[in-house]
């Protein structure tokens, strides 16, 4: 009880704290943009915008605005240090945090090829980065080969996700995962719950990430311009709490 009370507690002010950092960033930007506008200068955005006007149309006249492509799977290498401190941020709470990233790294057991990284992130619009994972990732399975699995995840996976994870896992005896999660997506919940257990039963290495875990991380997947990572002052007590949380989850 004290736990909960204090992490409610602490639920509240990192609310606020949160909803300041989001609030302060976009005044930043909107700022840039209005200086900008006032410098007589344009985005690329827009200026891509407008050369795609005068190109298709003719002598000013007006033309159809373009559609806005529906939401894909982002796939990359590196991500923005600030949507990495913000997203990664293992507090318990996580309005704004509504994306699924996660960075992994593949060992084919086969060391010409090397380790195969990089980071999928999702707006749970569609299929989720875990799902999405399997079929662009490591689509290709092949039998002979024993691939070794790592994911950091910025929360940990949903129900649905944990069952098509852990059906994989049983139909590729080749391929062993590993999961690191910054927060416990919802883990109150006992259909989340059952969801991680059978996770873990399918064989499966759940872990809550460590501070180490974080400055790993910010070396090898962040645009940190060689910027060493600063961590917020309570990740080591929210890591040690979400610890203990997975361990009753799994007994």
């Known amino acids: 009880m004290a736990d909960k009370s204090r992490m409610a507690t602490k639920r509240k002010d990192r609310n606020e704290k949160d909803a300041a950092e989001v609030t302060k960033d976009k005044k930043e930007v909107k700022n840039e943009g209005?200086?900008?506008v006032d410098n007589g200068e344009a985005s690329s955005a827009e200026a891509t915008a407008t050369d795609g006007?005068?190109?298709n149309g003719q002598n000013g006249d007006q033309v159809e605005p373009m559609e806005v492509p529906p939401f894909e799977l982002i796939a990359g290498d590196r991500i923005d240090p600030f949507i990495f401190k913000f997203?990664?941020?293992n507090v318990e709470y996580s309005s704004g945090r509504n994306k699924t990233f996660l960075f992994y790294l593949v060992d084919k057991g086969n060391t010409d090829d090397g380790l195969l990284r990089g980071y999928l992130e999702d707006e749970h619009a569609g299929t989720h980065a875990e799902e999405a994972f399997f079929t662009q990732c490591l689509l290709h399975n092949q039998p002979e080969l024993k691939y070794t699995v790592t994911w950091y995840v910025s929360s940990s996976p949903c129900s649905n996700c944990a069952s098509k994870i852990a059906e994989v896992l049983k139909?590729?005896?080749n391929v062993k995962l590993s999961i690191y999660a910054a927060r416990l997506f919802e883990w109150e919940d006992e259909e989340i719950q059952a969801g991680l257990k059978v996770l873990h039963a399918?064989?499966?290495k759940l872990r809550v990430m460590?501070?180490?875990d974080y400055s790993y991380?910010?070396?090898t997947f962040v645009e940190n311009d060689d910027q060493p990572l600063n961590l917020w002052e309570d990740c080591k007590e929210n890591y040690e709490y979400y610890h203990g949380k997975?361990?009753?989850i799994l007994e």
């Open 202 to 204: 399918a064989g499966c």
């Open 53 to 55: 006007a005068v190109a």
């Open 34 to 36: 209005e200086k900008a």
């Open 217 to 219: 991380t910010w070396d």
């Open 87 to 89: 997203q990664f941020k």
């Open 246 to 248: 997975l361990a009753e």
């Open 210 to 212: 460590k501070p180490l």
């Open 171 to 173: 139909t590729r005896k």
